[in-house]
């Protein structure tokens, strides 16, 4: 069955420094997430993302967030400059349709230094 | 705005108890979806089940069962003979369609760790 696969599972870094997290979503889908989820939370959505434009975030979805398609099949999050409190797990997401269950990644696991 | 709660924080059950896991939602819209997701100790969101607005039919998958009531915005989920492979978190989670448009936007409750103990 297919799968969203993320990667790294892991990710450390030094406060201030720029993180990229990877995303390949399931091929036939079009509508693409970020979610995250702090230790011990419930998971809270980040973006949407659909026909190459974000199609909805979250107050949590500040300039320092971005996200990119680069080429048709991976799905990134950058985040510019972290800060301690981005430490959490970061969920991608797809779905071949808006009111579908959306398939989620195993998460990578963001830890800010 | 959507909001979904799921008052209890934790369960703990011995394994062959009945377990309801309760979840209660805010929506202004009519159209809406409703899902619940498993997290495994792994760590991983495992889609359970969808039902959408219109359809209040209960439905059963094996040891699994779930209640949706409309008129109480509920929409429980029962695990029937629990066994020690259903500890993890369940989350309750509710998808608007605003206006006729959505983009599939999960909001999730704050979910239930639940414990089966052998």
């Known amino acids: 069955e297919p799968e969203v696969t993320q990667t790294p599972s892991h990710q450390v870094t030094q406060m201030g420094q720029e993180v990229i997290l990877r995303c390949v979503p399931i091929?036939?889908?079009?509508?693409f997430y970020w979610y995250r989820q702090i230790l011990g939370q419930k998971v809270e959505f980040l973006v949407s993302?659909?026909?190459?434009?974000?199609?909805?975030k979250s107050e949590i979805f500040d300039d320092q967030f971005s996200v990119e398609r680069p080429d048709g099949s991976n799905f990134t999050l950058k985040i510019r400059s972290t800060k301690l409190e981005d430490s959490a797990m970061y969920f991608c997401?797809?779905?071949?349709?808006?009111?579908?269950?959306?398939?989620f990644g195993d998460g990578t696991r963001l830890s800010i230094l | 705005a959507q909001k979904v709660t799921q008052a209890q924080t934790e369960i703990s059950v011995v394994e062959k108890e009945d377990v309801t896991l309760d979840c209660v939602y805010e929506?202004?819209?009519?159209?809406?979806?409703l899902f619940w997701y498993k997290q495994p100790p792994s760590g991983e969101l495992v889609f359970l089940i969808r039902?959408?607005?219109?359809?209040?039919q209960n439905e059963i998958s094996g040891r699994y069962s779930w209640n949706f009531q409309k008129s109480t915005s509920s929409f429980n989920f029962t695990i029937t003979a629990s066994q020690v492979v259903d500890s993890a978190v369940y989350f309750c989670?509710?998808?608007?369609?605003?206006?006729?448009?959505?983009?599939?936007?999960?909001?999730f409750g704050q979910g239930t760790i639940l414990t089966v103990h052998p």
């Open positions: 929506t202004r819209d009519t159209t809406y979806y």
């Open positions: 039902r959408n607005s219109f359809d209040e």
């Open positions: 989670a509710l998808s608007e369609v605003a206006g006729g448009t959505s983009y599939g936007k999960l909001t």
């Open positions: 091929s036939n889908h079009l509508y």
């Open positions: 993302f659909y026909n190459n434009e974000i199609s909805e």
């Open positions: 997401a797809s779905t071949q349709a808006s009111n579908q269950p959306q398939h």
